[in-house]
Structure formats: structure tokens, C-alpha cells
């Protein structure tokens, strides 16, 4: 017993070391890139408000195209649906609407600017305990994680049967697909995620999280719900490929 407190002690400060280096270096990476799209949003800007006010300089044009070519992988969703349709329709209408979509973007970015700029510096108490239990987190799902096939690998090799194990199994994989949806749904509510047919995916995603307290009524239906788990993440997936297709213009 006291090797294996050692060994996950030892592993524990080793996790938190790694982590804590991560969490920093991810912080530097998303500040450098969050730098690179506000540069390249500047520069579209300004290339945007002179072909409005120039309509028919043809040079502008081409230069706000080959622009847009040039820093299509830093944009926006909504901002490549606008410039598809400028592309389509030609319509200077589609640049007001692009430059609108352009200035709440970098405003967001500045936002997360702002916030990453001052996790290290920030010296209140609030921001020292979260710099100090972030690394835990991952940890913690990580020991969780084990104690949760241990006890899955006993509960399993304890079984007489077959189909008892098969239950079992089946009961364990929706555990840890209802888990999984957890942590989907704590990261949309997280990231204030808005999307179309909401309430639909919320109640997708509901029957995901409690699928699995069927098995109170019957083992059997352990497999009934492990099946309708992945129909339903089948159904999400699927959903997630629907593009919007509205554009709003400015007259």
C-alpha cells in the first residue's frame, strides 16, 4: 500500500509539473495567435473601408480580393459566408456586413486578449488559486479515469455469466459516453455557444447524460441505452455539418 501511495504521489507532482507548463505554453500560443488575427483583421479593415469609399477603384477591389485569399484561414465563419457571397454577388452591401462581423470579432479577441495577458500577472487571491488548482483539473480526470476502469475490470471479471458481462460492459461504455457529454456540455455553456434547433440538441444531449440510469429498471436495457447513446451522438454529429445559410446585409 505505501508503494502504491509513492507511486501516485510521484506521478501526481510529475502531472502537475507537465500541466502547469502546458497550460503556460498554450496560454503564449493563443496570445500569438490571437495577435496574428487581430494584424491580419486590421489590415482587411482598412482595405474594406477604402474600397468603400473608392466603389469603383478596380485596383482596390483586387487588392481587398487577393487580401481575403491571403487570410481566409484567420477568418471568422460568419466573415467566409459573407465573403462567398460578395464573391457570388458582387455587392458592396456584403463589405459593410463583413467589416460589422470584422469589428465583433476583434473585439472578442481583445477580450481574450485581455484575459490570457493576465492570468500570470493577475496577483489577487482569486486569480492565485486558479492558477494553482488548473492543473488539477486535468489530474483529477485522469485518476478518475483509472479508478474508473479498475473498478469497471472488477465489476466485469465478477460476473458469471455472459450476458452478465455483457450488461456490465454495455452499462460502462454509457457511463463513459454519458461522461464524455458532460464535459461537451460544460465546454458549450463554458464558450456561450449559440446555435440553431437549441432545444433540440440540448434534449439530445440530455438523454446522452441519463441514458444510462435505465439499467435501475432492467440490466437489459444497459444495451438499449448504449445503443440510443450513439444514435443520438450520431444525431449531433450530423447536425453539426447543417451550414447556415442566411446572410444579414446593411442597406
Known amino acids: 500500500m505505501t508503494l502504491v501511495i509513492i507511486i501516485a504521489g510521484t506521478s501526481t507532482i510529475w502531472m502537475y509539473k507537465e500541466f502547469k507548463e502546458m497550460i503556460n505554453q498554450n496560454n503564449k500560443a493563443?496570445?500569438?495567435?490571437?495577435?496574428?488575427?487581430?494584424?491580419?483583421?486590421?489590415?482587411?479593415?482598412?482595405?474594406?473601408?477604402?474600397?468603400?469609399?473608392?466603389?469603383?477603384?478596380?485596383?482596390?477591389?483586387?487588392i481587398l480580393i487577393?487580401?481575403?485569399?491571403?487570410?481566409s484561414p484567420f477568418l471568422s465563419e460568419d466573415v467566409r459566408r459573407v465573403v462567398r457571397d460578395y464573391y457570388r454577388y458582387g455587392d458592396s452591401a456584403y463589405l459593410e456586413t463583413?467589416?460589422?462581423?470584422?469589428?465583433?470579432?476583434?473585439?472578442?479577441?481583445?477580450?481574450?486578449?485581455?484575459?490570457?495577458?493576465?492570468?500570470?500577472?493577475?496577483?489577487?487571491v482569486e486569480g492565485f488559486i486558479k492558477r494553482l488548482s488548473d492543473p488539477f483539473k486535468?489530474?483529477?480526470?485522469?485518476?478518475?479515469l483509472v479508478w474508473f476502469l479498475l473498478l469497471g475490470y472488477i465489476k466485469y471479471q465478477s460476473q458469471d455469466t455472459w450476458y452478465s458481462k455483457l450488461f456490465?460492459?454495455?452499462?460502462?461504455?454509457?457511463?463513459?459516453?454519458?461522461?464524455?457529454?458532460?464535459?461537451a456540455v460544460l465546454s458549450l455553456l463554458k464558450s456561450n455557444v449559440r446555435y440553431k434547433r437549441r432545444t433540440y440538441k440540448w434534449f439530445v444531449f440530455g438523454y446522452i447524460i441519463f441514458s444510462p440510469v435505465l439499467i435501475f429498471i432492467h440490466d437489459a436495457l444497459s444495451i438499449f441505452s448504449l445503443v440510443t447513446q450513439i444514435i443520438g451522438l450520431y444525431l449531433l454529429i450530423r447536425l453539426q455539418k447543417i451550414k447556415k445559410n442566411m446572410i444579414?446585409?446593411?442597406d
Open 30 to 62: 493563443k496570445i500569438n495567435n490571437i495577435n496574428e488575427k487581430i494584424k491580419v483583421y486590421s489590415q482587411l479593415q482598412a482595405s474594406t473601408a477604402g474600397l468603400l469609399h473608392d466603389k469603383g477603384h478596380r485596383e482596390l477591389k483586387v
Open 66 to 71: 487577393n487580401k481575403i485569399g491571403d487570410f
Open 98 to 124: 463583413m467589416l460589422a462581423f470584422i469589428e465583433v470579432d476583434v473585439r472578442k479577441l481583445e477580450e481574450d486578449k485581455k484575459r490570457l495577458s493576465e492570468y500570470n500577472s493577475n496577483t489577487d
Open 138 to 144: 486535468p489530474i483529477m480526470m485522469i485518476w478518475l
Open 168 to 183: 456490465v460492459g454495455s452499462f460502462l461504455t454509457s457511463i463513459f459516453i454519458s461522461a464524455i457529454a458532460v464535459l
Open 248 to 250: 444579414i446585409t446593411f
